[in-house]
């Protein structure tokens, strides 16, 4: 999982998984959710993302994978 956040148009994307996305539908304003060609969520972008999440802080609890941080 990897979550980016563009602050040149205040997106976040998170991306749940490396299949490409192949459906996005629009579940609200400014979310879209993707899907792969099995029907699994893949990926969720946010438009607006500082007016919608906070992303002040990010909370990681009992993942059980490998964590990496990138301030690129």
Known sequence: MKLS????????YI???E?????SPGVSEGVVLGYDAS????GIDIDNAANKV???KL???????KIEISAS
């Not at 029907?39 to 893949?42: A, S």
């Open 39 to 42: 029907g699994r969520l893949v």
């Open 5 to 12: 956040y563009h602050p040149h148009t205040d997106s976040l």
């Open 54 to 56: 906070e992303l002040q």
């Open 59 to 65: 909370i990681l609890s009992k993942i059980p994978g």
């Open 15 to 17: 991306d749940l998984s």
């Open 19 to 23: 299949r490409p996305t192949v459906e």
